[in-house]
């Protein structure tokens, strides 16, 4: 197989062994800009996934180059929960000069612990999940990047696992904003009580977790790293987009309550 192009937003395509046809495309509302999901980039996509025009893995390895610029920290290594993290801690770790070090390893015999359901089963899940390569990181200040914290539970175990495998700091970094609203477009997001950004916990979500410090990627810095090659595109483009260069169209509002279309209940 090889990659053809993307599908547009609203076309309806055929597909024939003798070739790709447009059937139609659903026009949105003239000026409104696209509001395509920007935690595909985050967290669904898969790495080698293109959309608009780029490689999902890239997008993250900024994502990470971008953390670092606003949320540096004095540690020995960086590192990752594997795997879904790995393009943002490459990206840190390059742009901080650190070493990257693997500190944990996945036993592929556990299932998924996000579908566990209760918190007691999905934090023991965690536990089960991971095998520590202590000889890595002992005694050393290790910065973890994780691409998301949504309800808090996976990420405690992982820290207490390394500081008992000897680790001697354990700095968080979320390549992502907070999630604070719901989505009702389609993601399955945890109620509003649930994510841990909205709980009072958040304020101490350090000591709450058991991490030296969290700190997350800005909101402006998820857009700009999403959309920079997006934008360097259109501009060496000789065809004149119809939307400006600033509506580049991306839905944020489980970030920022901001939703895209006009809610109807």
Known sequence: SRYYREVLPGEIVKISRHDVQTLDVVRRHEGDPSAFCIFEYVYFARPDSIFEGQMVYSVRRRCGQQLAIEAPVEADLVSTVPESATPAALGYAQKCG??????????????RTFIQPNMRLRQLGVAKKFGVLSDNFKGKRVVIIDDSIVRGNT???IIKLLRESGAKEVHIRVASPPIRFPCYMGINIPTKEELIANR??????????GADSVVYLSVEGLVSSVQESIKARQEN??????????????CTAC?????????EW
């Open 98 to 111: 650190l070493p990257y070090v693997e500190v944990l390893c996945k036993n592929r015999y556990v299932g």
């Open 155 to 157: 990420i405690s175990p």
């Open 200 to 209: 009072p916990e958040f304020y101490d979500l350090a000591n709450y977790i």
């Open 237 to 250: 483009s000789p065809i004149t987009q119809k939307s400006p260069i600033g509506k580049i169209g991306h």
């Open 255 to 263: 970030l920022t309550g901001d939703y895209p279309v006009e809610l």
